[in-house]
């Protein structure tokens, strides 16, 4: 499976109305949201960020699907992390799904002050750390100081982008070991479920021009703490293959 693969529309068309998500914008209690979902996912957990208000996510069903994670932002940025090892041998494939109702037409994540993303898949990797840069190197001490856990060696995502083609590899305007790749590009597809597959090895070697190391943490990420907007958007499950499988 090469690493350029599309999108499928899933097989039902939601409804324009938000449905039980909609209880996110106006719920006073962010923080129980956040708790029950956790809880509804095992081995995933909650990441807020230094000096950010959390992005809500919360546990619905939406357009005939179960277990799907609705996260709604509001000039925010949190994430939805769960932490494993697949050494890089065993890296094959990977799958998820989102639905998007609509763009957030002021993002660049090539900007610094503009860098959001209505729909990011994360993939943390473990890598030879003495190759780090001195800024890099940097920004990893200052997040240890900061969460209690080191910058990963490289940081490839999935997004989403209202600017940027399908295939286009996004360099963070804030360290060289963020790199996310655009999968699908404009409004063409929105209100509709979207599956993609993707080759974890390939995608990486055409980001970061060598081959990955471990992978040790998937996450799912909507945020708007950068352009100060709104976005609301759901996702599927995520799901690995192995080699070994």
């Known amino acids: 499976?090469?690493?350029?693969?599309?999108?499928?529309?899933g097989s039902g068309q939601p409804s324009a109305a938000p449905g039980n998500a909609a209880a996110l914008e106006d719920s006073?209690?962010?923080d129980a949201q956040e708790a029950a979902t956790v809880a509804a996912l095992p081995g995933w957990q909650h990441v807020p960020f230094p000096g950010k208000t959390?992005?809500?996510f919360q546990m619905v069903q939406h357009a005939g699907r179960s277990d799907v994670v609705a996260a709604y932002a509001a000039s925010s940025a949190s994430m939805l992390r769960r932490k494993l090892r697949v050494a890089p041998g065993d890296l094959d494939q990977i799958t998820f799904s989102w639905m998007v109702p609509q763009l957030n037409t002021v993002a660049d994540m090539s900007l610094r002050d503009k860098d959001d993303a209505v729909v990011r898949v994360v993939l943390a990797f473990e890598g030879d750390r003495s190759r780090l840069s001195l800024k890099d190197?940097?920004?990893s001490e200052l997040a240890l100081t900061l969460t209690g856990e080191e910058m990963p060696?490289?940081?490839l995502m999935y997004v989403w982008c209202n600017r940027n083609q399908v295939g286009h590899i996004i360099h963070s305007p804030r360290t060289?070991?963020?790199r996310s790749m655009v999968v699908e590009h404009g409004p063409a597809h929105l209100n509709q479920w979207l599956d993609y597959k993707?080759?974890?090895r390939a995608d990486y070697a055409a980001a970061f021009g060598e081959p990955p190391g471990a992978l040790i943490g998937v996450g799912i990420m909507t945020d708007t703490d950068n352009t100060r907007t709104r976005s609301r958007s759901w996702y599927g499950a995520v799901e690995l293959t192995s080699k070994n499988d």
């Open 198 to 200: 993707r080759d974890i």
């Open 1 to 9: 499976m090469q690493g350029t693969d599309a999108p499928q529309a």
């Open 28 to 30: 006073p209690d962010a």
């Open 54 to 56: 959390a992005t809500q």
């Open 176 to 178: 060289g070991r963020i």
């Open 153 to 155: 060696y490289a940081t």
């Open 137 to 139: 190197q940097m920004l």
